[in-house]
């Protein structure tokens, strides 16, 4: 059968999203943009009609009163309906815009590793304006020869497209520059507000911010922004990373201190899982696949599991780590936005507001979690052959008896009709035998089965399991069960296999690629809400405050070994096997 091949960019590919209108509109590329402008002009004489209200209190098409009005507006972009059309029209003949990329804290490892490399693919793609800059900005003393030096090497190119690589790098690194300042400076970013107007032109200015520094200073930046460096004519926004607080307490604080700056709308926080190519095909996977759909529910799922495991240490990142441990670094965040995406009941539309009300009602449904549900760990010195691997507490940069755990299993619970029951189990750790992300799902047994006889008395054997591998070798498998070709009755556990690598072979986007592009579009989706984020606080607050109060210790496993034992007991006591330690696919 004859496959379409869209451009990643293309408004086909795109047509499902639906932009929110508490900003300027984002033009997209001129050659998608007439069918683009249709389908906004459709969506917003729709919107004029009816606005259903959410169970949270705002309207299912838009951010909450409450966001919206809080704080001082960085830029006065709020517009009306009616003022939306006009402004479409408007930019429909692409009347001079332009868009200005900051990325605070140029100079760091996250920018030269992740952003930088993610803004050229863009680039490459042509998913970004015609007209466009990219500023650097961090205390390093840097001229912009020296910026585009820094970058080019981590810049790469398609595997399946390198016939003008080179060409490409030097049209991206001409529109590189580079600007040292003071993150707690208004002059300093009034400065660079000269400079991005210089590049400008007096052009339609549309400005986004990358906040890649650490989270101390996000107010700091915020406000210099806010105050000196917004557009002044059309949007501007602000991603900001990981970690959004330590606690319900800081995370609020965080988030009010930003709400003095900027509308709940311009806030963009960023969990780049959520930006993979398996997470995004979750929601493909259920809702538009009949055989998926009326099985997701206790009725025939038994547990669901979410394991992430690294296969190294902090290696010289212990100071920062250890402030944070494994749970606020991966399951507060990275896992629970997994879960909640899996879990959600069927959103009214895929419009991002949609799908986020939905992901809070699951967060606000799950039970407390119990000291008593959950294990924490912490690696070891191992000896293997001739090479000898640390200790955590080896780290030169952790204190001396640090408690924080590398490695945590927690069971969870969630108190509503589809999901009763169903334990929903997470894993991460460090130093672990692998490095893997996946959901497994198994399924119940069957009931009565005519063959469990074949299986002896492990019954879980037999047991199918949904598996979707996030990384490495992006795949999604189902394991059934199989009669082995002969003369006897053998039955063999199989896989139907969707290998990437071998289904699509063009390379996958990095995470970076697609949750920048859906900020310069404005397409929330992927990015977590301030309500979202509250809730999976409240969950994860008063388990953090008991490990660290009753001083927990966590249990020793050495590293490179598959974790401490007590999350087999953990898994154990609620009728678990954990699916990613069975051999049959580790």
Known sequence: ???????????????????????????????????????????????????????????????????????????????????????????????????????VGASGDLAKKKIFPALFALYYEDCLPEDFTVFGYARTKLTDEELRHMISKTLTCRIDKKENCEDKMDQFLKRCFYHSGLYSSEEHFAVLDSRLKEKEAGKLSNRLFYLSIPPNIFVDVAKCASLRASSATGWTRVIVEKPFGRDSESSGELTRSLKQYLREDQIFRIDHYLGKELVENLSVLR?????????????????????????????????????????????????????????????????????????????????????????????????????SYPAYTDDPTVPKGSLTPTFAAAALFLNNARWDGVPFLMKAGKALHTKRAEIRVQFRHVPGNLYKRNFGTDLDKATNELVLRLQPDEAIYLKINNKVPGLGMRLDRSDLNLLYRSRYPTEIPDAYERLVLDAVEGERRLFIRSDELDAAWALFTPLLKELEEKKIVPELYPYGSRGPVGAHYLAAKHNVRWGDLSGEDS
């Not at 069918?35 to 459709?42: E, G, I, K, L, R």
């Not at 969506?43 to 951010?63: D, E, M, T, Y």
């Not at 529910?297 to 495991?309: A, D, G, L, M, T």
């Not at 250890?322 to 965040?333: C, L, V």
């Open 287 to 387: 809702f538009s696949n009949l055989v998926f759909e009326p099985l997701w529910s206790r009725n025939y799922i038994r547990n669901v599991q979410f394991i992430f495991s690294e296969d190294f240490g902090t290696e010289g990142r212990g100071g920062y780590f250890d402030n944070y441990g494994i749970i606020r670094d991966i399951m507060q965040n990275h896992l629970l936005q997994i879960l909640a995406l899996f879990a959600m009941e069927t959103p009214v539309s895929l419009d991002a507001e949609d799908i986020r009300n939905e992901k809070v009602k699951v967060l606000r449904s799950m039970q407390p979690l119990l000291l008593e549900n959950v294990i924490v760990g912490q690696y070891k010195g191992h000896n293997k052959g001739s090479k």
């Open 1 to 103: 059968m004859a496959t379409a091949h869209l451009s990643p960019c293309s408004s086909s590919l795109k047509h499902y999203k639906t932009q929110l209108f508490s900003d300027f509109i984002v033009v997209p590329r001129k050659s998608c943009f007439s069918t683009w402008v249709s389908q906004v002009q459709s969506r917003i004489h729709a919107r004029k009609h009816f606005q259903l209200k959410s169970s949270n209190g705002h309207p299912l098409n838009a951010v909450s009163l409450q966001d919206s009005l809080a704080g001082k507006p960085l830029a006065n972009n709020h517009s009306e309906p009616q003022e939306i059309e006009a402004s479409v029209t408007a930019s429909s003949e692409k009347v001079g815009s332009t868009l200005s990329i900051t990325v």
